[in-house]
């Protein structure tokens, strides 16, 4: 491996102010660890936008390699499960937060968090999925678990055109899911519903304060946005439904009432990706290998270059990435 190579680097100087660099880095700069990563592929997440472009409490040590995912090749390895030479995935743990992360030419990171790329998937393919569209699945996931089957009636997925949106449409119209976008670029609809969407609805019907109650649209909802829409879309599911909620892209309020849980039987399933056990990671992991269809994953991604991450950050803060960014580091 070479002694020196490229990232980027956050500072903070004694008046919290941040600045964003791209820096010759050593092995030195990375945090402990017991297994070394080449960085192949990454990509550009929502919380990547927040910590580079400061708009978000994301980073909490300094300085920081940010970078919350990326795949690649095993460089070297103190942790009986992983070798020199082996494919592996890395996302979450608090990697890019507080951990050094994935935009660096390589990462020192704990073995215990890598998981083997699944069979049937590439370190391209799996970091244009990314933490976003894991976290879709999750989200797939935990509406199964909960009942919300195709002939129960249609899923609502918020945040149509963001990378969570554009992986759950996809997963859900493959799964034969009725699937209603709620998004702010209606202008996409055809986008939305070449991935699977059957209906474009414009966020603004979700975005305003909430009736307690409102007429049952849905029979769940994975909601990327939070806040009002959030309470919208949980006030128009409908009996003993279930809204997975993964994101705040609106706010991190919930200016909600108790309403759609105690009238309704509506559940609130939270969706965590970051500090997810390892057996659901793989089981999302395994199943986007099956429920995904790679053309559409191929349709809903952008592909940058490790220059193109700082413009990137910045876009995906003011909503204007469509779908996922994938970040070639080689
Ligand atoms: P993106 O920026 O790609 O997508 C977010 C989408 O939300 C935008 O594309 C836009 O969709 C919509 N949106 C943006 N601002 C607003 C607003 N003010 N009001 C209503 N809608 C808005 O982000 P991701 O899809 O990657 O992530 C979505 C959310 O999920 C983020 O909050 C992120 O932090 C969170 N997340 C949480 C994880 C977890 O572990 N729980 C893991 C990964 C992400 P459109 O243009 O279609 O309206």
Redesign the pocket.
């Given at each position: 491996m070479d002694n020196r190579f490229k990232g980027i680097q956050l500072t903070r100087d004694e008046n919290k102010v941040m600045s964003v660099n791209v820096a010759e880095l050593g092995l030195d700069d990375l945090m402990e660890g017991d297994v070394v990563v080449e960085v192949e592929w990454t990509t550009v997440?929502?919380?990547d936008?927040l910590a580079i472009t400061g708009k978000g409490p994301v980073v909490r040590r300094w300085p920081m390699v940010p970078g919350i995912d990326c795949a690649g090749t095993v460089v070297s390895s103190e942790n009986a499960r992983f070798s020199p030479g082996d494919k592996v995935i890395l996302n979450g743990f608090g990697v890019g937060e507080t951990h050094t992360g994935a935009f660096a030419a390589y990462a020192r990171l704990n073995g215990d968090w890598l998981i083997p790329m699944p069979n049937g998937m590439d370190g391209r393919s799996s970091m244009a999925i990314g933490?976003?569209g894991y976290?879709a699945m999750l989200s797939v996931m935990a509406l199964e678990r909960h009942g919300i089957t195709p002939e129960r009636g249609p899923v609502v997925v918020?945040?149509?055109?963001?990378?969570?949106?554009t992986v759950a449409i996809a997963v859900l119209g493959k799964l034969g899911y009725e699937v209603i976008a709620?998004?702010?670029?209606t202008e996409e609809a055809d986008f939305l519903k070449e991935l699977g969407a059957s209906d474009v609805i414009h966020?603004d019907e979700l975005?305003g304060p909430a009736k307690p109650l409102n007429k049952e649209r849905w029979a769940g909802g994975i909601d990327?946005?939070?806040s009002h829409?959030l309470a919208n879309v949980l006030s128009m599911t409908s009996y003993g439904g279930a809204v997975a909620a993964?994101?705040?892209?609106?706010g991190m309020d919930l200016p909600s009432s108790v309403a759609p849980f105690i009238l309704r039987g509506v559940s609130l399933l939270g969706?965590?990706?970051?500090m997810a056990p390892l057996a659901l990671r793989q089981e999302a992991w395994a199943r986007l290998v099956t429920d995904l269809d790679m053309a559409k994953l191929e349709a809903l991604s952008t592909e940058i270059g490790f220059d193109g991450i700082i413009d990137a950050a910045h876009s995906?803060v003011d909503?204007k990435?469509r779908g996922r960014v994938v970040v070639d580091m080689k």
């Open positions: 997440n929502y919380k936008g933490t976003a976290t918020t945040g149509a055109n963001g990378g969570v949106g709620s998004t702010g670029r966020r975005s990327a946005v939070g829409t993964c994101g705040l892209a609106q969706i965590d990706s970051v995906i909503g990435i």
